[in-house]
Nanobody
Framework: QVQLVESGGGLVQPGGSLRLSCAAS????????MGWYRQVPGKQRELVAT???????NYADSVQGRFTISRDNAKNTVLLQMNSLKPEDTAVYYC???????????????WGQGTQVTVSS
């Protein structure tokens, strides 16, 4: 099992910034992919950004140029720096990790508990 603990959500005014962090712990051999997703009530969870352990990054079009994802492979952490926040960025943000418990193990997906981000004046 892998546990993901998120922090850094909160209330911010439009145009402001927040930084989310997520730390993975547990039975980890490797984490090929870490990322962030978000969800608002009544809608499906959507991709925000992902980063692989060799540095490949993918952003949703809606956050490209405003959000920056980064990870520390040695510490099994992933950060999401969110700048120029808009009201439409309001959502619960979830950390995601695709992890292997052994070298030949099947990758499994894990989720954090979610952290609320509210962008409002």
């Amino acid at each position: 099992q892998v546990q993901l603990v998120e922090s850094g959500g909160g209330l911010v005014q439009p145009g402001g910034s927040l930084r989310l962090s997520c730390a993975a712990s547990g039975n980890i051999f490797s984490i090929p992919t870490m990322g962030w997703y978000r969800q608002v009530p009544g809608k499906q969870r959507e991709l925000v950004a992902t980063v692989t352990n060799d540095g490949n990054i993918n952003y949703a079009d809606s956050v490209q140029g405003r959000f920056t994802i980064s990870r520390d492979n040695a510490k099994n952490t992933v950060l999401l720096q969110m700048n120029s926040l808009k009201p439409e960025d309001t959502a619960v943000y979830y950390c995601q990790a695709v992890s292997r418990a052994t070298m030949s193990g099947v990758p499994r997906q894990y989720w954090g508990q979610g952290t609320q981000v509210t962008v409002s004046s």
